[in-house]
């Protein structure tokens, strides 16, 4: 069992940033690959930004390529998700999930079914 837990959400205004983060605890963090996703109110659950394992390699949504970054500090079993230049349209509540490391496809990282362990997602408000 891995368990997430994710921080760092708010309100800020468009334009602004906001750094999201999610500590693992419960098996070795190195272990996983790490994903973000996001659920907007009378939407459906969309991805955001992964990670493989070592951290070397990240896929982004078109949406969010170029003003999000995901990171990883296996020291800190910790993936962060640096949000800039944000916009009311990223309003939505944000998930960290978790599954263990193997060779899938960008497609499979991109789906929530991939993902094993979930956090209990952190809300992101942006302002116009």
């Known amino acids: 069992q891995v368990q997430l837990v994710e921080s760092g959400g708010g309100l800020v205004q468009a334009g602004g940033s906001l750094r999201l983060s999610c500590a693992a605890s419960?098996?070795?963090?190195?272990?996983?690959?790490m994903g973000w996703f996001r659920q907007a109110p009378g939407k459906e659950r969309e991805f955001v930004a992964a990670n493989r394992w070592s951290g070397a390699v990240s896929y982004y949504a078109d949406s969010v390529k170029g003003r999000f970054t995901i990171s990883r500090d296996n020291a800190k079993n910790t993936v962060y998700l640096q949000m800039n230049s944000l916009k009311p349209e990223d309003t939505a509540v944000y998930y960290c999930?978790?599954?263990?490391?193997?060779?899938?496809?960008?497609?499979?990282?991109?789906?929530?079914?991939?993902?094993?362990?979930w956090g209990q997602g952190t809300q992101v408000t942006v302002s116009s």
């Open positions: 999930a978790a599954v263990g490391s193997r060779w899938r496809s960008i497609a499979q990282f991109m789906s929530s079914e991939t993902y094993d362990y």
């Open positions: 419960g098996r070795t963090f190195s272990n996983y690959e």
